[in-house]
């Protein structure tokens, strides 16, 4: 997915979001993001496409656990991916055209999920 800073106001105006930090280059210049950052959750949403498309598994039957990791820029290019583990969780991630992390966690589904989560 190409983020661009149209995609980034589309997506302030569908999530009602419009921290400047996002939208406004003159005040995100002077964060120390040092510019202007795409959404988190923008980034979030292609980890839940990938899920659904290769798990075929509903959010709701899923725990996720994510750190981001580095910010997403307009220009930059990102792509979901991940891998089962061995503990039957799944490592996931969304990855610029770098291939650095700018996001990276893990997931369970279904039994896991709820079993870990009535032990917390």
Same mark, same amino acid.
């Given at each position: ?15 009602? *979001?419009?921290? /400047?930090?996002?939208?406004? /280059? ?25 899920? %659904? ?6 959010? %709701? ?9 580095? /910010?997403?820029? /307009? ?7 991940? %891998? ?14 770098? *291939? ?16 870990r989560k009535a032990?917390?």
């Amino acid at each position: 997915m190409l983020v661009d800073q149209p995609a980034i106001d589309a997506y302030a105006r569908i999530t009602g *979001d419009f921290n /400047p930090i996002h939208l406004d /280059p003159v005040f995100a210049a002077t964060t120390p993001m040092h510019g202007i950052i795409a959404h988190g959750t923008m980034s979030l949403g292609l980890i839940w496409q990938m899920i %659904a498309r290769n798990l075929g598994t509903p959010a %709701a039957a899923a725990r996720m656990t994510v750190r981001f990791v580095s /910010p997403v820029r /307009p220009g930059d290019r990102i792509v979901a991916g991940g %891998a089962e583990a061995c503990d039957g969780r799944h490592s996931i991630w969304v990855k610029n055209q770098k *291939d650095e992390f700018v996001i990276h966690g893990h997931l369970e589904v279904g039994g896991q999920a709820e079993r870990r989560k009535a032990a917390t």
